[in-house]
Nanobody
Framework: QVQLVESGGGLVQPGGSLRLSCAAS????????MGWYRQAPGKQAPGKQR????????????NYADSVKGRFTISRDNARNTVYLQMSSLKPEDPAVYHC???????????????WGQGTLVTVSS
């Protein structure tokens, strides 16, 4: 089983920056797409109700929500099985629990399965 462990959340002032990390551990064959999703405080719900923030393919192609374009940057280190989210110019509407997501395959014969991390809380406040 793969585990995704996020880190880097915390309290930051409006306009500030944070860098989130998500490391995959455990036994698996490969990881394809990885991404970050978020749920605003008080709106915790599983699966699809989380808001997409950014995704990155195994080949490095990226996709961003319009609300974070130009402010957030997603990247990955395939050797470390880690995905990052550099967040800059944080706004009052950005606070949320940020969850890491990965498409994981446990063997060449199996399809990719979606795995979620527990999340890391980002708070923006002066």
């Amino acid at each position: 089983q793969v585990q995704l462990v996020e880190s880097g959340g915390g309290l930051v002032q409006p306009g500030g920056s944070l860098r989130l990390s998500c490391a995959a551990s455990g036994r698996f064959f490969s990881i394809n797409d990885m991404g970050w999703y978020r749920q605003a405080p008080g709106k915790q719900a599983p699966g699809k109700q989380r808001e997409l923030v950014a995704t990155i393919s195994g080949g490095g192609n990226t996709n961003y929500a319009d609300s974070v374009k130009g402010r957030f940057t997603i990247s990955r280190d395939n050797a470390r099985n880690t995905v990052y989210l550099q967040m800059s110019s944080l706004k009052p509407e950005d606070p949320a629990v940020y969850h890491c997501n990965a498409a994981v395959r446990y063997s060449p014969a199996l399809r990719y399965l979606e795995v979620w991390g527990q999340g890391t809380l980002v708070t923006v406040s002066s």
